[in-house]
């Protein structure tokens, strides 16, 4: 340390110990106050070398003579010592702000003039410092702690060190048995926590603090309850009374953060169903942004599209395709396809897969029983095994023994759901180039579907065929309603609307054909009730 600098700290402290020595506690704040500003104001070549680490000290040594002294920091005194934390707090935002925006309105300013204190990196110093001090006495200044650890996190969040943001934040003692904590002031904490750790790509951490924040959302009436839960629940709404506007807001703006971080997490956790319906939620809500609302229901709709294949990603693909907005997402297309349970091509798996984020194309582990498998095939093969119904045939059999990626293998369950809609039967062969993968593999991908509930098939290995239920089942209804006279024929007629085979042969109407099909046939069961009703005389016209 330079003779200038250390001279300099020599000052401090020597006017730090007579403010101690000769002031009245009520004297010493406003007095401390004016010689930290005037370190904060010190040029980096005033202060030691290396003008980071030496304001660093010089700051220490102020807090060590005054906050954390025993003169401040005992007894009756510590009312000082809290006093004149916050006031230290306030001094290094104000000192930035200042010394920032004095940079911005002159340009040509000497680096040498101006004060360490500008440089956003030495007010993290700074601040990690004073923490560091604080550690020891940190049920005494608990509220001032948390207070700086607030100041530190949203300098870091300004340099986009969203990880170190979140650990700060992680640091504030929300149940603390010295000082009461509101509901809302938890939930604001945990939210940002969740939020910053999102953004820093550890959606591991967040889903951990987002199940705290869990606890807290029902009991905090504006967050998740509507005004009609609210009304109907007499705690929530004594609560809702006693809040101010400025809370009422925030707590709705808490919640639209919580719903949005969720669909975030189960995004990234790859459950892309529990996603779709979240982002679908948050994209109807007119407080948000018009831009933000269609980038929601992009993210709904491509977190459907990827959604495991099955019942549940047919009911959110069709509340999506009604949507009106969708119709102008580039996902549209690829949208209306897999509604319609129609065969998607390689090409429009390309073009889909640029508008997705990394997660979503995150490789897949192999599978290893089904590389056993493949070698144990590929070896029959040479030894002159010869396979059943041509299912090995060597010039079409695909080498590839699983999907790669996520995206990967949503499209090949998808494909597998449309070939049930195609075919009563198919090869595991026929199937396995259809999907370009290995008759085993295919089978593999078949077999599990069938087991989880989302596909009605079975599998004949004997034949080496898979037969779809579903489309059986159809055809044995047109069969059957061909054979039973006038009376069939409408029912022939119908199966033909559902099939997508009526006079309208537009596959884009088969859904909507089925749906007034189900609709006219509940109210001619209403119609039979009422009938029966009005018969007994239960029920007066």
């Known amino acids: ?59 220490s040594v102020y807090l060590a003579y005054t906050a954390l002294s025993d003169t401040n920091a005992t007894g009756g005194n510590l009312v000082v010592g809290r006093q004149v934390l916050r006031d230290f707090d306030e001094a290094i935002v104000e000192a930035g702000k200042k010394h920032r925006d004095g940079q911005k309105d002159d340009a040509m300013t000497d680096s040498k003039t101006i004060s360490a204190i500008a440089d956003e990196d030495v007010q993290i110093e700074i601040l990690e410092s004073a923490l560091e001090q604080l550690q020891p006495r940190v049920l005494s200044f608990e509220e001032q702690a948390n207070t700086i650890r607030l100041h530190l996190a949203d300098t870091l ?3 986009e060190q969203w990880i ?20 809302l002031h938890k939930l604001r904490i945990y939210v940002r926590i969740v939020r910053l750790l999102l953004e820093g790509d550890d959606a591991v951490g967040a889903d951990t603090m987002l199940k705290r924040a869990s606890l807290l959302v029902h009991n905090i009436p504006g967050v998740m309850s509507s005004s009609f839960g609210i009304s109907n629940n007499p705690t929530l709404q004594e609560a809702w009374a006693k809040m101010s506007e400025e809370e009422k807001i925030e707590a709705k703006t808490l919640g639209l953060q919580f719903k949005l971080s969720q669909a975030r997490i189960y995004d990234s956790q790859r459950r892309f169903a529990e996603a779709a319906n979240r982002y679908h939620e948050v994209s109807y809500v007119t407080e948000i942004d018009e831009a933000e609302r269609t980038m929601m229901l992009s993210a709904a709709v491509t977190a459907s599209i990827l959604a495991p294949a099955g019942p549940q990603r047919s009911r959110i693909l069709a509340t999506l395709a009604r949507d009106e907005r969708t119709a102008s997402l580039p996902q549209h297309t690829i949208l209306t396809k897999t509604f319609l349970d ?11 897969e640029k508008i997705l984020s990394p997660h979503q194309l995150a490789s897949l ?76 593999a295919a089978e593999t991908m ?96």
């Open 1 to 59: 340390m330079s003779e200038s600098g250390q001279s300099f700290l020599e000052e401090v402290k020597k006017n730090l110990t007579e403010i101690s020595n000769s002031k009245t506690p009520s004297q010493r704040p406003p007095a401390y106050l004016a010689i930290l500003r005037d370190i904060l104001a010190q040029p980096a070549s005033v202060l030691p070398s290396n003008g980071q680490y030496s304001l660093k000290e010089a700051v």
């Open 446 to 541: 078949v077999r599990r579907m069938i087991v989880q509930g989302r596909l009605k098939a079975e599998i004949d290995q004997v034949a080496g065929l898979i037969v779809f239920h579903e489309q059986k089942s159809r055809e044995i209804g047109l069969a059957a309603g061909a054979a039973s006279g006038a009376a069939g024929g409408k029912e022939t007629e119908q199966a033909k609307q559902e099939q997508g085979q009526g006079e309208d042969d537009d596959l884009s109407t088969v859904y909507t054909r089925r749906w007034d099909a189900n609709i006219a046939k509940s109210a001619s069961g209403v119609e039979e009730v009422c009938a029966r009703l009005r018969a007994r005389g239960y029920l007066k016209v």
């Open 164 to 183: 170190e943001a979140a650990r700060v934040l992680q640091g504030i003692s929300l149940d603390s048995s010295h000082r009461f904590v509101s509901d």
């Open 157 to 159: 969040e300004n340099a």
């Open 342 to 352: 129609q065969i998607i091509r390689p090409n429009e798996i390309k073009s889909f």
């Open 365 to 440: 582990p192999k599978s290893e029983q089904d590389l056993i498998r493949h070698v144990r095939s590929s070896k029959d093969k040479q030894n002159g095994d010869v396979a059943m119904s041509g299912e090995y045939e060597e010039d079409k059999e695909s080498s590839r023994t699983g999907p790669s990626t996520v995206l990967d293998r949503a499209m090949m369950e998808h494909n597998i759901i449309a070939a049930s809609r195609l075919y009563v039967n198919i090869t595991l062969n026929g199937l396995g180039r259809l999907l370009d993968l290995h008759s085993l």
